[in-house]
């Protein structure tokens, strides 16, 4: 059986009621449409407030924090395995639909009915613990990270991704679908798998993953 399995354009309903199945499904670019100009606007705020030095920092500082978000919430949220009919159902509609359709373009990225009200409460709770100017930077890096694991995501499902770096994302990724799910949990980057121990094995990790 080949590694990695072709079912482009392969989707399913979710949902009887038409509004709900409507909004499960969101086009790639609208991250980017949407939290671009959010980082800008963060970036622009703080820059008001503190040195540009500091914006630098705080804003790398928030990169690394959304690397190790994203992360822990794919291991232990999207990868959690409740054992009630309710909560398998749930889990099925937040993530297992993604593993099953793995080449639903329309179900790669977060919805911003789950994405909008996720950001702003990270942004309040971050608003709490870091002071102004630093919050915005924070917050701004945070974000950008995010649309990168979103478009690095898409990207790796659905195009030929060039470069030796694009080429390793892409099988990295592929092996989580398609031999182990229970590793490779970072998307953008595999930092944390390396950290944590849930590197999977390089010799199932083909170079040229045509098919995915």
């Known amino acids: 059986m080949p590694l990695y399995v072709s079912n482009k354009d392969e989707t399913v309903r979710l949902f009887k009621n038409p509004v709900l199945e409507y909004f499960s499904h969101i086009h790639p670019a609208t991250p980017v449409v949407v939290y671009v100009p959010v980082v800008i606007w963060m970036i622009y705020r703080a820059a008001y407030i503190v040195p540009w030095y500091s914006i630098v920092g705080s804003a790398i500082a928030g990169v690394v924090a959304w690397t190790l978000f994203e992360y822990i919430f794919h291991r232990f949220v999207f990868h959690y395995e409740p054992k009630s009919e309710w909560g398998k159902r749930l889990h099925f509609l937040v993530h297992g639909v993604h593993h099953d359709y793995p080449r639903d373009r329309t179900r790669l990225v977060m919805p911003l009915l ?99």
């Open 114 to 212: 789950v994405s909008v009200p996720l950001a702003i409460a990270l942004y309040l709770a971050f608003g709490i613990v870091l002071p102004a100017g630093w919050h915005e930077a924070f917050f701004g890096g945070f974000v950008a990270g995010y649309v990168a694991y979103d478009s690095i995501h898409y990207m790796t499902h659905h195009w030929q991704m060039p470069g030796r770096i694009g080429r390793f994302l892409k099988a990295y990724h592929m092996k989580h679908h398609y031999v182990n799910p229970q590793s490779a949990f970072g998307v953008s980057n595999p930092l944390w798998d390396y950290v944590f121990g849930t590197v999977p094995s390089n010799k199932h990790i083909s170079r040229n993953p045509t098919h995915a």
